[in-house]
């Protein structure tokens, strides 16, 4: 266990974060310690903060490291430190992580998943698209492979830009960028609801849009569900509560093949990956603002209408 007389007050940015327990077993089985994880935010965060940021953010702290006890949080705690910013919705007083400070914090509360809303909090329009493929179990991460392929093929075909990453789990998400404050979760659920269906009928032993778990069998769950307001997903870059400390990682699309494995992405290997390969997320955002998802919107929209 750490020890909390282990008190460090370090300047982030010219602000005072208090650390403590530096030394404390994270990923045991890693040899991964707190003092690691905050080394890893700090030198990942160029990458995670875009994704971050202005964003009303749920996390899961983890106590007692990976594999122990955890907890979601919503509400900013009381003893939040002045420099956090935060941001009422409903009731409930959201963390807004913009900044490396207010992430340096999260760190040391121990909360390693950190999932946001597909909107910022300036807006009730999606941001992104973000499909969420759920195979069964790891051992049916193939599934999301075909899934996460042929989506791929669905994006190139109306030319759209479109991104992957692990889930840091057991699947993977492709994302599809929007300009900011255009279209509403209802005109992006036609794109979904489009794109679950197609696989469906192309895959139909594969995928299932079911959201009883009993009834999927063996199935990879396409989640369209997932993708409205209020929901959340794992941000790039964040890290698992699981033993192997996997990271939510973005990939390039040639990396999406036979051979992928969620496993190839734990956290101690994420900055090597990155100095060496790139960031497949790196054009992302300027991807936003050349998306040309008007006449798709058009034509899904008169597709319903049909019928």
Not at 189 to 195: D, I, K, P
Not at 224 to 246: D, F, M
Request: glycine share 4%; proline share 7%; charged share 25%.
């Amino acid at each position: 266990m750490g020890n909390n007389t282990d008190r460090h007050a370090v300047s982030v940015d010219g602000e005072q974060v208090t650390l403590t327990s530096l030394s404390k077993p994270l990923w045991p089985d890693k040899g991964l310690t707190k003092a690691d994880y905050l080394n890893y935010l700090t030198r990942m965060a160029p990458f995670m903060l875009p994704f971050l940021k202005n964003r009303a953010l749920t996390v899961i702290r983890y106590p007692h490291g990976a594999g122990g006890e955890s907890f979601f949080q919503k509400n900013c705690p009381d003893y939040v430190p002045d420099f956090v910013k935060t941001k009422i919705i409903d009731d409930i007083n959201y963390i807004v992580c913009s900044d490396l400070p207010t992430l340096i914090w999260l760190g040391n509360q121990l909360a390693f998943e950190l999932h946001v809303p597909f909107q910022t909090i300036d807006t009730d329009k999606p941001a992104e698209i973000v499909l969420d493929l759920d195979p069964p179990s790891r051992d049916a991460f193939q599934l999301a492979v075909t899934a996460a392929l042929l989506i791929k093929e669905i994006t190139d075909k109306l030319h759209l830009t479109s991104f992957v990453k692990t889930s840091g789990n057991k699947g993977l998400q492709v994302y599809i960028p929007l300009p900011d404050n255009r279209y509403t979760y209802e005109e992006t659920r036609l794109f979904t609801s489009f794109a679950a269906e197609f696989l469906k009928e192309k895959e139909p032993k594969l995928f299932t849009t079911e959201r009883l778990k009993k009834k999927r069998g063996n199935k990879l769950y396409i989640d369209v569900v997932q993708h409205a307001e209020g929901k959340t997903i794992i941000a790039p870059y964040s890290v698992r509560g699981n033993q192997e400390a996997l990271v939510a990682a973005p990939l390039f699309w040639d990396e999406v093949n036979s051979s992928l494995r969620p496993e190839h992405y734990p956290l101690d290997l994420i900055e090597k990956r990155l100095q060496t390969k790139g960031d497949p997320f790196s054009t992302f955002h300027k991807a936003k603002h050349k998306q040309s998802f008007e006449p798709i919107v058009t034509w899904l929209k008169e597709r319903q209408k049909k019928g």
